[in-house]
């Protein structure tokens, strides 16, 4: 059992865990079994890199990235998730992890054949995570001018699309 299973053992057994520093906080303690002791015992250091690691919000599902994973990637499926990482960097995404996970999920609408885009994609997006999106189509688009990070990064049918460049898409 890893550190993930442990957290979703002991969170089906209505058990909480904290951290607090380099402690792990858990109870209540009447419900903890030996089994559940000795597991945290052991995976310890896991938990709590879990616990504390920022969240990923774009990353896939255990089932999705079963889907996405499901076949060895082409060569120019890999070409393509190096493209998209390089643009949503360049797009201001400060950690590798999020822009490899938001590539992920373009891999996935990829392989569903799902006809729906991501601002990202769009040439008409200015701006940067940092400073805020702006879109220069927005009429056409039919949203504001200024954009929620929420919907620059939620699969959707945009009037105003247009292809930033071949290989993002």
């Known amino acids: 059992m890893g550190a993930r299973d442990l957290l979703g053992d002991l969170a089906v057994a209505g058990i909480r865990v904290e951290v607090d520093g380099a402690r ?3 109870g209540p303690a009447d419900r903890l079994t030996d089994r559940h002791r000795d597991e945290l ?17 774009f990353r896939l599902a255990p089932a999705a990235a079963a889907v ?3 076949d060895p990637w082409t060569a120019d499926q890999i070409e393509r998730f190096k493209t998209r990482v390089r643009r949503l ?7 590798t992890d999020d822009a490899e996970d938001l590539a992920e999920v373009l891999h996935l ?15 008409h997006l200015a701006g940067t995570s940092a400073t805020g999106w702006r879109c ?5 688009a039919r ?10 990064t939620m699969a959707q ?6 292809t930033a460049t071949r290989s993002t898409t």
Not at 136 to 140: D, Y
Request: with cysteine; net charge neutral.
């Open 143 to 152: 949203v504001g001018r200024d954009l929620p990070h929420e919907l620059v």
């Open 24 to 26: 792990l906080l858990v």
């Open 68 to 70: 996405a994973h499901a």
């Open 89 to 95: 960097l360049a797009l201001g995404f400060t950690r």
């Open 41 to 57: 015992r052991e995976h310890k250091a896991e938990v709590l890199a879990l616990l504390t690691e920022p969240p990923r919000p």
């Open 136 to 140: 220069r189509n927005h009429r056409a």
């Open 157 to 162: 049918d945009c009037p105003g699309f247009t």
């Open 109 to 123: 609408r990829d392989l569903h054949a799902d006809h729906r885009v991501l601002c990202l994609e769009c040439q």
